[in-house]
T-cell receptor, first 118, second 113 residues
Framework: AQTVTQSQPEMSVQEAETVTLSCTYD???????LFWYKQPPSRQMILVIR??????QNATENRFSVNFQKAAKSFSLKISDSQLGDAAMYFC???????????????FGQGTILTVHP | DSGVTQTPKHLITATGQRVTLRCSPR?????VYWYQQSLDQGLQFLIQ???????AKGNILERFSAQQFPDLHSELNLSSLELGDSALYFC????????????FGSGTRLTVV
């Protein structure tokens, strides 16, 4: 079974600085997707960034970028120029790109609470 | 507004009762997913429907059931409720079954007392 591990329960960063959130996963699949979701106090789950395993190039979305290390099964999220609005719980998630009984299921990590200090 | 609508937003009920949570997917999305978020279990996948048919099943209790109707809205039925069922229940939707990311609703907060 696939597992996703976020080893940092809490992280903090000063406004305008850079922070990196860690995520590791375990799978025997070779084709899969990885995601970072943000959950602010409003509870809404918001997709931040996604990465296809077969793409070597790391995904980037504005101030958000990932460091995808397939061999190490590592998928970290870097937030540059942190803003107060980035404060939230961040979840790393995995989805196999195959059918079967797990079909479209996302497996989530435990989450990392990010605090941004002004 | 994500386009995925969940009702009600909050629900308080007693142990042993039955409740129904409703989800309307984004326009054009055929897949609906249900997730449970609790403090001790985190985000757990419950079940997925695609165009009216069950497509994947996760850690869904036998006391829970779901369905997707012809108009593509979905309902999650929770019966014989226990204190431990208190959680945030999310619905998400996507165009296809193997989607490149979902869109989540804002969740239903269920409190069992």
């Amino acid at each position: 079974a696939q597992t996703v591990t976020q080893s940092q329960p809490e992280m903090s960063v000063q406004e305008a600085e850079t922070v990196t959130l860690s995520c590791t996963y375990d799978t025997s699949e070779s084709d899969y997707y990885l995601f970072w979701y943000k959950q602010p106090p409003s509870r809404q789950m918001i997709l931040v960034i996604r990465q296809e395993a077969y793409k070597q190039q790391n995904a980037t979305e504005n101030r958000f970028s990932v460091n995808f290390q397939k061999a190490a099964k590592s998928f970290s999220l870097k937030i540059s120029d942190s803003q107060l609005g980035d404060a939230a719980m961040y979840f790393c998630a995995y989805r196999a790109n195959a059918g079967g009984t797990s079909y479209g299921k996302l497996t989530f990590g435990q989450g990392t609470i990010l605090t941004v200090h002004p | 507004d994500s386009g995925v609508t969940q009702t009600p937003k909050h629900l308080i009920t007693a142990t042993g009762q039955r409740v129904t949570l409703r989800c309307s997917p984004r326009s054009g999305d055929l897949s609906v997913y249900w997730y449970q978020q609790s403090l001790d279990q985190g985000l757990q996948f419950l079940i997925q429907y695609y165009n009216g048919e069950e497509r994947a099943k996760g850690n869904i209790l036998e006391r829970f059931s779901a369905q997707q109707f012809p108009d593509l809205h979905s309902e999650l039925n929770l019966s014989s409720l226990e204190l431990g069922d208190s959680a945030l229940y999310f619905c998400a939707s996507s165009v296809g079954g193997l989607a490149y990311g979902y869109t989540f609703g804002s969740g239903t907060r269920l409190t069992v007392v």
